[in-house]
């Protein structure tokens, strides 16, 4: 298993879209933050401080870029590219057959690759919410807005588990179909497209209406709501999903992916 783990690490580590990556999604999200963060702090000191609703969540929003308000969390879809790419690149230069040749057990070669890149995706997740959340503090802890250390570490706990499972569920699809750009297009147009199509119709659609909250169980609507905090859950698979539910939900899904994905790496060709 460390030789498998090495040989994982050395290739994540020469491969340059590994850093054009991460420092993209570091710099994009720390970014977000100083802007909002410079934005409300210039619109309370001319305008009036916060109320006490706003200044609750500033905070947290700050630091994950709104995601708790229901946006979506960006720097997760940058840095599930790593995961696309992890088997992406293998299969698209023909490097699956050195590494198969190199480790002798696919399963260990399997793990090594989910766990180096989680690894390597957590890192960069962690630095960019932590940041975020300094920034964030430097320009708003003046005006009112509360950062306390408990509500931050909550919200960072549950971001970072969100963005490992949408790294995992791309490095999953793209293990399954072994296209890099199929996966990478359909990382983005999943989320951010198909799933809001059908929740629009189920909506607008008469007949379809009354369905319209099971779109709660959609893998990546339910997935947001990992870090989302608009609504309280009332219960685990409730309207809408608590943590415990969107877990279940869209990581059921992440987990069904890597065991198909396990499955057929050690059957299939290379």
């Known amino acids: ?28 999200g720390i970014g977000l933050s100083f802007l909002a963060a410079l934005g409300a702090s210039i619109s309370y000191a001319t305008n009036q401080p916060p109320s006490a609703e706003d200044a609750a969540t500033m905070g947290t929003a700050i630091t994950t870029q709104f995601a708790v308000f229901g946006a979506p969390y960006f720097v997760a879809y940058i840095l599930g590219m790593l995961g696309v ?16 040749t190199a480790l002798d057990s696919r399963t260990r070669a399997w793990i090594a690759k989910y766990v180096v890149v989680a690894g390597w995706v957590l890192l960069v997740a962690l630095m960019t919410l932590v940041c975020s959340a300094l920034i964030g503090w430097l320009w708003l802890h003046d005006d009112g807005v509360p950062f306390h250390v408990s509500d931050l570490a909550a919200i960072v706990g549950r971001t970072l588990l969100y963005t490992l499972v949408f790294t995992w569920i791309a490095t999953a699809f793209t293990s399954l179909i072994r296209n890099q750009t199929a996966a990478l297009v359909l990382m983005f147009l999943w989320p951010l497209a198909l799933e809001n199509v059908v929740t629009l119709i189920l909506n607008v659609v008469p007949g379809l209406r009354d369905h319209a909250d099971l779109t709660r169980f959609l893998p990546f609507t339910a997935g947001t ?4 905090s608009i609504d309280r859950a009332t219960s685990t698979f409730g309207e809408p999903l608590s943590l415990v539910g969107a877990v279940i939900v869209f990581g ?16 299939r060709d290379a």
């Open 1 to 28: 298993m460390t030789a498998a783990l090495r040989y994982e690490l050395a290739r994540i580590r020469t491969i340059r879209s590994t850093y054009w990556l991460s420092a993209i999604a570091f710099v994009f």
């Open 252 to 267: 059921g899904l992440t987990a069904i992916l890597m065991v198909a994905s396990l499955v057929l790496f050690r059957s």
């Open 225 to 228: 709501r990992m870090i989302s």
């Open 85 to 100: 790419f992890a088997w992406g690149h293998e299969y698209r230069h023909g490097m699956i057959r050195a590494t198969l």
